[in-house]
């Protein structure tokens, strides 16, 4: 299927856009549910977007239906400035009233990654009631995405085994030498390609070789880079600034 590409001048209005497709679909959902669900993308990009959420849709998000997970965490403290939910949290959590029980971290207290994303994934299995609802993986309404320059995104990297992980919804993977943080947990594929909705929000002139490769749809691409493996069945929506998409 090919995605949706929205392409808005500069972080701030692309961060804009984001922000009132995020909220449409949250009022779509808890109409329909009853509930909100949305997987958080980590990295610096989505910093401007939480912040809009927490300030311009401060009073129009249905906070208080609405559960907040991660795509993944680096495997630090939830205080360190490598972490994924500090960011969120700084950004937009502790701006908000969001009932405590409804805010999902990744268990990075836990001994191990491995026990982080076991536990992580019980958690999903129990939320999403897989074992009675019929279904096999969780079905987010929303899950969010940044895209590395090396075509990563949440933390499935390149040429990673787990890209082909047909069981495990959430995974211990280990970034390259590059990263700061090597010790990381994700989702995996499986999981993001069954979400409702799935937003990449990708933003600078760094990424607009890869991204355009992946939007141009290559075959290659498809098996060079994870976030062209993102293809869920239903919407996919890549927001990207003038620079990301090549327009500078
Ligand atoms: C992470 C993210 C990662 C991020 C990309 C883009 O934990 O780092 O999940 O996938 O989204 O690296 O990061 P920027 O948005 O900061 O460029």
């Given at each position: 299927?090919?995605?949706?590409?929205?392409?808005?001048?500069?972080?701030?209005?692309?961060?804009?856009?984001?922000?009132?497709?995020?909220f449409?679909?949250?009022?779509?959902?808890?109409?329909?549910?009853?509930?909100?669900?949305?997987?958080?993308?980590?990295?610096?990009?989505?910093?401007?977007?939480?912040?809009?959420?927490?300030?311009?849709?401060?009073?129009?998000?249905?906070?208080?239906?609405?559960?907040?997970?991660?795509s993944?965490?680096?495997n630090?403290?939830?205080?360190?400035?490598?972490?994924?939910?500090?960011?969120?949290?700084?950004?937009?959590?502790?701006?908000?009233?969001?009932?405590?029980?409804?805010?999902?971290?990744?268990?990075?207290?836990?001994?191990?990654?491995?026990?982080?994303?076991q536990?992580?994934?019980?958690?999903?299995?129990?939320?999403?009631?897989?074992e009675?609802?019929?279904?096999?993986?969780?079905?987010?309404?929303?899950?969010?995405?940044?895209?590395?320059?090396?075509?990563?995104?949440?933390?499935?990297?390149?040429?990673?085994?787990?890209?082909?992980?047909?069981?495990?919804?959430?995974?211990?993977?280990?970034?390259?030498?590059?990263?700061?943080?090597?010790?990381?947990?994700?989702?995996?594929?499986?999981?993001?390609?069954?979400?409702?909705?799935?937003?990449?929000?990708?933003?600078?002139?760094?990424?607009?070789?890869?991204?355009?490769?992946?939007?141009?749809?290559?075959?290659?691409?498809?098996?060079?880079?994870?976030?062209?493996?993102?293809?869920?069945?239903?919407?996919?929506?890549?927001?990207l600034?003038?620079?990301?998409?090549?327009?500078?």
């Amino acid at each position: 299927m090919k995605p949706e590409i929205r392409i808005c001048p500069e972080i701030d209005s692309l961060s804009r856009a984001a922000a009132k497709a995020v909220f449409e679909i949250a009022t779509a959902a808890v109409l329909q549910s009853g509930r909100f669900t949305l997987a958080l993308a980590g990295g610096n990009t989505p910093r401007h977007l939480y912040g809009m959420l927490a300030s311009e849709y401060r009073d129009k998000m249905p906070w208080h239906s609405t559960h907040l997970f991660w795509s993944d965490e680096r495997n630090v403290s939830k205080t360190s400035p490598e972490s994924n939910f500090k960011m969120a949290h700084d950004s937009m959590i502790s701006k908000l009233s969001i009932p405590p029980q409804n805010i999902h971290p990744i268990p990075t207290e836990l001994e191990s990654p491995e026990s982080a994303a076991q536990t992580y994934e019980e958690h999903l299995r129990d939320f999403f009631q897989l074992e009675n609802g019929g279904l096999k993986y969780p079905k987010f309404d929303l899950v969010l995405l940044g895209l590395g320059e090396d075509g990563h995104t949440a933390s499935l990297f390149p040429g990673d085994p787990i890209l082909n992980e047909k069981e495990k919804q959430v995974a211990a993977v280990n970034a390259s030498s590059k990263y700061k943080t090597q010790e990381r947990i994700t989702l995996t594929l499986r999981v993001i390609n069954s979400a409702e909705n799935v937003f990449f929000i990708v933003s600078g002139g760094k990424k607009k070789e890869v991204a355009k490769t992946i939007l141009d749809g290559s075959e290659d691409s498809r098996e060079k880079y994870p976030a062209a493996m993102v293809q869920p069945k239903d919407a996919l929506v890549w927001f990207l600034d003038a620079e990301a998409a090549g327009e500078h």
